[in-house]
């Protein structure tokens, strides 16, 4: 069964960091575009940041330029998501998805969600 579980999100004072973690079972990630989304509570689901399968990395959101970054580690067939300089306005649930073997999708192609995991941003 193919499934995608999240983790890493807590509750973290402004300007602190996490790192997300998206970790896949079923499928190898090295053969999939991953992407990162996030929904706060009143708002409509937002993607953050998606990873080829060929390696090539798609900002779609300027609020987390240069503070926010996607990796994959083929060798724990995970991506993560890590975020530094965190904002208040970054609240939210934060997803990951998978679509096979394709560029970077629109979000209603993919085929894979995890469950998500909640930041806070808080002091």
């Known amino acids: 069964q193919l499934q995608l579980v999240e983790s890493g999100g807590g509750l973290v004072q402004p300007g602190g960091s996490l790192r997300l973690s998206c970790?896949?079972?079923?499928?190898?990630?090295?053969?999939?575009?991953i992407g990162w989304f996030r929904q706060a509570?009143?708002?409509?689901?937002e993607e953050?940041?998606?990873?080829?399968?060929?390696?090539?990395?798609?900002?779609?959101?300027?609020?987390?330029?240069?503070?926010?970054?996607?990796?994959?580690?083929?060798?724990?067939?995970?991506?993560?998501?890590?975020?530094?300089?965190?904002?208040p306005e970054d609240t939210a649930v934060y997803y990951c998805a998978a679509l096979y073997g394709h560029s970077c999708p629109i979000p209603s192609l993919y085929d894979y969600w995890g469950q998500g995991t909640q930041v806070t941003v808080s002091s």
Do not use: H, W
């Open 41 to 45: 509570p009143g708002k409509e689901r």
């Open 48 to 87: 953050v940041l998606c990873i080829e399968n060929s390696g090539t990395i798609t900002n779609y959101a300027d609020s987390v330029k240069g503070r926010f970054t996607i990796s994959r580690d083929s060798a724990k067939n995970t991506v993560y998501l890590q975020m530094n300089s965190l904002k």
């Open 23 to 33: 970790a896949a079972s079923g499928f190898t990630v090295d053969y999939y575009s």
